[in-house]
């Protein structure tokens, strides 16, 4: 399945993933207008549209990624007439950038690979993946399933981290409820009916 472009600015964007949008402007239509894309944050950066019919098509490859930076950043779409050359601000709204963690990303491909091997679907190098000394293809069944478990509290602990340094702050908590059935023939849920 192939990527399709934008329809709009995205709220977020990882650095290493290229940014491509192809944006209506009713009023501003590429025939008769040029755009520019305005990037300001902890870097700053344009782009410039090409048409692609009456649409203006935004793309940042990967490599053109070099100077940004993780963080929020404001962006704004001014047009330009090409008779006349008057600009004008047609869009603008806030965008963060996602930096590449890179312990979050070996702790997803460690979740991976110990999910693939539980559930008997992993790839040669998955399961060739050395932890502590140790091909995780040589390790018992009930070992993974507790791997499983340290491994998804570390990609967790990861994740808030990294949403923490982007300002989004607060541990994440989830409830669950906890069920208590101390008399074996006492039914787990209350009867509702006499």
Partial sequence: MSRVADTKIPQTVSIGESLWC????????????????????????????TAQGED????????????????????????TAKTGGVATLA???????????????????????????????ASKEQSNLNLDGMSIGLISATSLMELHRQWQNEVARLERRSM???????????????FENSDVGRPLFPRLYP
């Fill in 22 to 49: 192809v944006i209506t402007l009713a009023d501003y239509p590429a025939s008769t207008h040029t755009a520019m894309l305005y990037l300001d944050g902890t870097f700053s950066g344009t782009v410039a549209a």
């Fill in 164 to 178: 923490n340094q982007l300002g989004f702050g607060g541990p994440i908590r989830t409830i669950s409820p906890r």
């Fill in 56 to 79: 203006h098509l935004f793309l940042v490859n990967p490599a053109a990624q070099t100077l940004w930076s993780a963080g929020p950043a404001a962006w704004r779409i001014i047009v």
């Fill in 91 to 121: 869009d603008s709204g806030i965008i963060t950038i996602l930096g590449v963690d890179h312990d979050l990303a070996y702790a997803r491909t460690v979740m991976a690979a110990i999910d693939a091997m539980i559930q008997g679907r």
